[in-house]
């Protein structure tokens, strides 16, 4: 019988002798990364359908119009970001339901949508959204999201007036004053938008916008800053004010020995742009000099910083942004608010006309200059508000 036993002990060793045990680990872990592979490639291809998707919902829609039409509507929309031609809230909003649903999030189709879509078109994807999940969307994408990108998201989602009120309402209620945003709002808006600043900022806040500004403030900065809300400036021309206003300005400045700041506060805080820029032109005639040079030698701080901001914007608005613009991305740092607040702000009104003036000014593209200041899904949605490269 021992021959027998001998057998059993030689036929039952025998596959691990041929290492078969270790041949079917090796097969379960080919057959398990297989798997693997198989649902990664699965996910790419559903991601990239849901690109595919995102981009054209970012074409426009060509329609055939008489010659030089298209030109003139160019020439006429300065922003970056258009009213979508063939606009669907409900449609948008699934699309972005989907997106944010199951595991992770597509941000980058999220960016893509949102930001080929007018503010306008974005409050009624809200709507939307909400009448279908009844959930509200910019929660949603707050709890997705975060960090700069959420930021980013939240204020393009915001309606233009209430973004602008509640940025006034952070810099004033905020730990301590934000200057730089009261001077670079109040002194680049119109006078009907400020007005409209001034009703949602009471709305929104229940308080009065010039009533927390003069609690904030004070001196020649105060009084310059309550001129400019009340959004009154005049509109035209006035030739036989033009060389008076010239001379007024010099005889407070250059010409006397310390400053009136009651005259310059009182002459550009009311009169109209087109009047301004002739005043400017004379003024420099007068004294050899441009105005802004008067200003940084007669004046100091945040009155200083205020006067140079209306000046620059009586002369061009889109360049005064660039200005900003560059500064925010050429600091120690970035100033990532800043860079935020106009980006968001000037997509629909004058963006392209901004990335003009700031290749002129600094001999490089905006969107090239975000590109080397800031990275990830935060870089995307900014170069998507920027529109493109120049």
């Not at 300005?249 to 009182?266: Q, R, V």
Request: net charge neutral; proline share 3%.
């Amino acid at each position: 019988m021992p021959a027998p036993r001998k057998f059993l002990v030689a036929s039952t060793s025998l596959p691990l002798a041929l290492g078969w045990g270790w041949n079917l680990s090796l097969y379960v872990g080919m057959l398990l990364g297989l798997l693997l592979l198989m649902m990664l490639l699965l996910w790419m291809l559903l991601k990239q359908l849901s690109h595919s998707v995102a981009k054209s919902m970012m074409q426009p829609v060509r329609s055939f119009r008489k010659p030089g039409v298209e030109q003139r509507l160019q020439h006429e929309h300065r922003g970056s970001v258009r009213p979508f031609a063939n606009f669907n809230a409900q449609s948008d909003a699934d699309f972005l339901r989907r997106a944010m649903k199951g595991v992770g999030t597509d941000e980058d189709a999220i960016l893509m949508l949102l930001a080929a879509r007018s503010n306008d078109q974005r409050q009624q994807i809200k709507a939307a959204f909400k009448k279908t999940c009844g959930k509200d969307l910019v929660s949603d994408l707050k709890s997705e999201l975060g960090g700069l990108l959420e930021d980013l998201i939240v204020a393009m989602m915001t309606p233009p007036v209430s973004y602008d009120a509640s940025q006034l309402h952070k810099a004033i209620k905020g730990a301590g004053t934000d200057d730089e945003v009261l001077i670079e709002i109040l002194a680049s808006r119109t006078g009907p938008q400020i007005k409209e600043i001034i009703k949602v900022y009471k709305k929104e806040f229940g308080g009065k916008l010039e009533k927390d500004v003069c609690g904030d403030t004070s001196g020649h900065y105060q009084r310059l800053l309550v001129i400019l809300l009340q959004g009154s400036r005049k509109k035209d021309v006035d030739e036989s004010k033009i060389e008076t206003d010239a001379k007024d300005l010099y005889a407070a400045g250059e010409g006397m020995f310390g400053t009136d700041e009651d005259k310059f506060i009182t002459i550009l805080g009311n009169r109209s742009p087109e009047h301004l820029r002739k005043v400017f032109d004379v003024y420099k005639k007068l004294c050899g000099s441009d105005i802004e040079e008067s200003i940084r030698g007669e004046t100091t701080g945040n009155l200083e910083n205020l006067l140079l901001a209306v000046v620059k914007c009586v002369r061009s608005v889109p360049e005064y942004f660039a200005e900003v613009l560059y500064k925010s991305m050429r600091r120690a740092g970035t100033d990532d608010d800043a860079l935020m607040r106009i980006m968001v702000s000037r997509s629909e009104v004058d963006m392209l006309d901004i990335r003009a003036s700031f290749k002129k000014m600094h001999g490089a593209s905006l969107y090239s200059t975000i590109q080397e200041d800031t990275t990830g899904d935060y870089q995307r949605a900014l170069l998507y508000l920027c529109g493109g490269n120049d």
